[in-house]
């Protein structure tokens, strides 16, 4: 029983530790998006923010776009130089959220002034938004997020975590191959 108990508390604690990514992603249900077979990168793309270099910078945007190029030739897409069916941007967002938790340490249920303590912590978190934007009619078709916690500093697996996130996202994308 014990062996059983201690086995199912260590998945847990792996589980718990392991990085959360929460996708969504949104479309134009009116467009047939099995339509697009070509793509190019926008040319004016967001350039890295001065926010949080160790997160938004060239080397982790360019990751993110050898990223999504794998993937969308994993979808079929074909990169086109002149007159390609999609542009293709994305952008990121760093988000910083203080969270506070009070404490209270009297051990009665009644008391006559408060004895408590407060504290806070500090997340942040990081969004990549892709944008599928039809390059004819100049209008987005299509939306994917991915949203998880960061670490500071960045880790070994940064780049490993930056191609699970865009493969995620892109999964998202409702085309029949």
């Known amino acids: 029983?014990?062996?059983?108990?201690?086995?199912?508390?260590l998945i847990v604690f792996l589980s718990s530790c392991s990085e959360q990514i929460y996708v969504t992603s949104d479309y134009d249900r009116t467009?047939?998006?099995?339509?697009?077979?070509?793509?190019?990168?926008?040319?004016?793309?967001?350039?890295?923010?001065?926010?949080?270099?160790?997160?938004?910078?060239?080397?982790n945007r360019k990751r993110i776009s050898d990223a999504v190029e794998k993937e969308l030739i994993n979808l079929?897409?074909?990169?086109?130089?002149?007159d390609p069916d999609l542009l293709i941007d994305f952008h990121i967002v760093i988000d910083e959220?203080?969270?506070?938790?009070?404490?209270?340490?009297y051990p009665f249920p009644f008391r006559y002034w408060p004895e408590y303590s407060i504290s806070s912590y500090t997340v942040k978190?990081?969004?990549?938004?892709?944008?599928?934007?039809?390059?004819k009619k100049e209008q987005l078709v299509w939306q994917g997020t991915g949203n998880s916690r960061l670490t500071d500093p960045p880790t070994p697996y940064t780049e490993d975590r930056i191609k699970q996130t865009i493969k995620e996202i892109l999964k998202q994308f409702p085309k029949n191959k």
């Open 1 to 9: 029983m014990k062996i059983t108990f201690g086995f199912i508390l």
């Open 31 to 59: 467009v047939d998006l099995n339509q697009y077979k070509t793509f190019k990168w926008a040319k004016n793309q967001e350039q890295p923010s001065k926010g949080n270099p160790m997160i938004d910078n060239e080397l």
């Open 76 to 82: 079929g897409l074909t990169p086109s130089l002149s």
């Open 97 to 105: 959220n203080t969270h506070y938790v009070a404490h209270d340490y």
């Open 125 to 135: 978190t990081s969004t990549i938004i892709i944008h599928f934007v039809d390059f």
